[in-house]
């Protein structure tokens, strides 16, 4: 069972920067790839980055690259998302979320099996 746990959501003014963390336990960090999600009000659940086992391979959705960076510290048990250049559209809850796997990365939530409670992000205009 892992457990992940969200830091770091706050209120920013737009064109700021937030660096998000997930901090994991319960099991070996390093055998899962790994997500960031998020929702805003009325919205479904969305992809927005995810960084593979090794962090070697990484992918974005289209709206968030050039912007966002995810990483992740194997050592550390610990994923993040640096978010710059941040927009009123970028205001969520952000999820952190993980699988078990030794390949790529993951952008559908059914692929994941293990969530975060997440972290509020509100980018002011």
């Known amino acids: 069972q892992v457990r992940l746990v969200e830091s770091g959501g706050g209120l920013v003014q737009a064109g700021g920067s937030l660096r998000l963390s997930c901090a994991a336990s319960?099991?070996?960090?390093?055998?899962?790839?790994m997500g960031w999600f998020r929702q805003a009000p009325g919205k479904e659940r969305e992809f927005v980055a995810a960084?593979?086992?090794?962090?070697?391979?990484?992918n974005y959705v289209s709206f968030v690259k050039g912007r966002f960076t995810i990483s992740r510290d194997n050592a550390k048990n610990t994923v993040a998302l640096q978010m710059n250049s941040l927009t009123p559209e970028d205001t969520a809850i952000y999820y952190c979320?993980?699988?078990?796997?030794?390949?790529?990365?993951?952008?559908?939530?059914?692929?994941?099996?293990?969530w975060g409670q997440g972290t509020q992000v509100t980018v002011s205009s």
């Open positions: 319960g099991a070996t960090f390093s055998n899962y790839a």
């Open positions: 960084i593979s086992w090794s962090g070697g391979i990484t």
């Open positions: 979320a993980a699988v078990r796997s030794f390949g790529g990365v993951f952008t559908r939530t059914k692929d994941y099996d293990y």
